[in-house]
C-alpha cells in the first residue's frame, strides 16, 4: 500500500536526499534554488540549479534556503522540498500519497525551525511527520547498535555544520556542533587563492579543488591541479597550478576547530560509557569526511580508533528512512 510507504529525509545545507525504505535512494540533489527575482519565481532546483551558480545574469540568483543547516528561507525550502517529493515520487515509479516521513533536524536547531520543517513537510501531504536528530540518524545509516546501552561517537563534518556526538540508548548523551564545515573550506580556499595569487575563483571551483587537491595535515604524496580564475590586476582570466600542500595550509584553521570539538566532546564523556568509546572509537560521517587524509589524521590525533561510514554521503538518509520502528520504540519507552 503506498501509504505505507516510509520515506526518510535529510535536509541538509549542502545536500538534500530522499530515501525510501522499500525502494531505496530516490533523489540525491544540492540544496540549491535558482530564483528569478523579476518575476520573483523558482526558475530551477537541485543540479540544474547549482550548474547555474556564478553563471547566471543578474536577475536570477542562486539561493541555498538552508544555511548551517537550519532553515533561513522557509517558503523557498517549502518550494524546494516540494520540487524534490514530486520528482522522487516520479523516480520511484509512484505517486508517493500520503506517506510516513522521517526527517532529520540537526541538534542545533531551534523548536521553532524545528516546528517549520515539519510544517513545509506537512504541506506537502505526508500523513505523519516524526522528526530525528542528525547524529542518530547516522548511526542507524552506519549500522551502529543505536539501542543499546553502548556509547557511540559520531562525528559529521556536513556543509554547514560539523557536528560530534556521543549516542547511546537511542539518544544523544552529549554534542557539540560548530556551525562551520565544507563551506568554510570552500571559503577559506577562496581566499587562499585570491591572497595568494591576486586571483577571484568562484565557489563551485574553490568545491572542486578541496575534492581533488585537499588534504588534511599529514604527509601525503603532493597532487597538483590547474585551476583558472580572474587576475585581480588585469581583470583578465589566468591559470595557475595549485598542489595539496598549498591547500593543507589553507584548510589549517577549521580541521583544527574540527578537531578541537571532538576533543572537547570526548572530554565531557560520562565516565560508564568512557570504555566503549576507547574499544569502539569514532565513526566519520557526512560529505567532509571525505576530505583526503582526515581519517589518518584524527587517528594520529585522537587515541581512540578512527573509523569512516560506509558511505559518508548517505548514511543519513538512510538511518533517517530506517528510524521509524526506533522511533516508535522510543516513543513507548517515553510515555
Ligand atoms: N570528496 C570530498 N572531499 C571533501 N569534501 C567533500 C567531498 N565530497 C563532498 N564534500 C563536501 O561535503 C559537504 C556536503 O556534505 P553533506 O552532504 O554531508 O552535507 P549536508 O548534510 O548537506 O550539510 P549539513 O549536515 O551541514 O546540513 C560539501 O561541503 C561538499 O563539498
Ligand atoms: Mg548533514
Known amino acids: 500500500m503506498l501509504s505505507n510507504e516510509e520515506i526518510g529525509i535529510d535536509l541538509g545545507t549542502a545536500n538534500i536526499l530522499i530515501y525510501s525504505k522499500s525502494k ?11 530564483y528569478n527575482t523579476d ?24 539561493v541555498r534556503p538552508l544555511r548551517d543547516g537550519v532553515i533561513a528561507d522557509f517558503d523557498m525550502t517549502s518550494q524546494m522540498l516540494k520540487e524534490f517529493l514530486k520528482k522522487a515520487g516520479k523516480s520511484s515509479g509512484m505517486s508517493i500519497r500520503k506517506p510516513t516521513v522521517v526527517v532529520c533536524t540537526p541538534s542545533g ?5 524545528r516546528r517549520a520543517i515539519e510544517n513545509a513537510v506537512k504541506n506537502y501531504g505526508a500523513k505523519q511527520v516524526h522528526l530525528i536528530e542528525e547524529p542518530i540518524a547516522a548511526a542507524i545509516g552506519a549500522d551502529l547498535p543505536v539501542d543499546e546501552p553502548l556509547a557511540n561517537v559520531i562525528v559529521d563534518i556536513g556543509g554547514g555544520t560539523s557536528e560530534v556526538a556521543i549516542i547511546s540508548f537511542g539518544g544523544v548523551v552529549s554534542s557539540n556542533s560548530i556551525r562551520s564545515g565544507g563551506d568554510v573550506m570552500d571559503e577559506e580556499i577562496m581566499n587562499y587563492v585570491r591572497k595568494q595569487y591576486n586571483m577571484l575563483i568562484g565557489i563551485r571551483t574553490a568545491e572542486l579543488i578541496k575534492m581533488e587537491v585537499g588534504q588534511a595535515p599529514v604527509e601525503h604524496e603532493e597532487r597538483t591541479m590547474e585551476v583558472r580564475g580572474r587576475d585581480m590586476v588585469t581583470g583578465l582570466p589566468k591559470p595557475i597550478q595549485l598542489t595539496s600542500t598549498e591547500i593543507q595550509g589553507a584548510l589549517k584553521e577549521i580541521l583544527a576547530q574540527i578537531l578541537e570539538t571532538i576533543r572537547t566532546t570526548l572530554e565531557s564523556c560520562p565516565p560508564e560509557l568512557s570504555g566503549d568509546i576507547v574499544d569502539r572509537g569514532i565513526i ?17 590525533e585522537i587515541v581512540v580508533p578512527v573509523h569512516m561510514a560506509p558511505n559518508p554521503l548517505e548514511s543519513v538518509a538512510v538511518g533517517t528512512g530506517r528510524s521509524l520502528k526506533m522511533i516508535k520504540k522510543l516513543q513507548k519507552a517515553n510515555k
Open 39 to 62: 518575476t520573483k519565481s523558482v526558475i530551477a532546483v537541485g543540479e540544474e540549479a547549482k550548474k547555474m551558480v556564478g553563471k547566471t545574469p543578474k536577475n536570477v540568483i542562486p
Open 109 to 113: 536547531s531551534t523548536s521553532v525551525e
Open 24 to 34: 531505496g535512494m530516490l533523489l540525491n540533489e544540492p540544496s540549491v534554488v535558482a
Open 284 to 300: 566519520l560521517t557526512g560529505g567532509g569526511a571525505l576530505l583526503n587524509g582526515l581519517q589518518d589524521w584524527l587517528s594520529s
